[in-house]
Nanobody
């Protein structure tokens, strides 16, 4: 059974930092695309950052470029651990953040974590 478990959310002041982690079990790091999404109250879920397992290419939504960094933190042949380092946080970053793993073969395989709340407020 595949599980993605996020951690690291919390309350932080504007300008502060948080590091979110996504610990996966039941799957390997490759050949999935690993992503962080977020959903703020009353808004649709949006893709924040993604990383390919082959080549390590990363992409970010414009609003977080230069402030957020997605990375792989596990060692080879261990359970996947994907992080999102968030710096210079703004109130608009307040949302529930979700980890996602997705691959496409003859069908799409997609897994979600339960989410972790990030609140940026003074």
């Amino acid at each position: 059974q595949v599980q993605l478990v996020e951690s690291g959310g919390g309350l932080v002041q504007p300008g502060g930092s948080l590091r979110l982690s996504c610990a996966a079990s039941g799957i390997t790091f490759s050949p999935y695309v690993w992503s962080w999404y977020r959903q703020a109250p009353g808004k649709e879920r949006e893709l924040v950052a993604s990383m390919t397992s082959v080549g390590g290419s990363t992409n970010y939504v414009d609003s977080v470029k230069g402030r957020f960094t997605i990375s792989r933190d596990d060692a080879e042949n261990t359970a996947p651990l994907v992080s999102l380092q968030m710096d210079s946080l703004k109130p608009d970053d307040t949302a529930v953040y979700y980890c996602n793993a997705r691959k496409k073969t003859s069908r799409i395989w997609e897994y979600w974590g339960q989410g972790t709340q990030v609140t940026v407020s003074s």
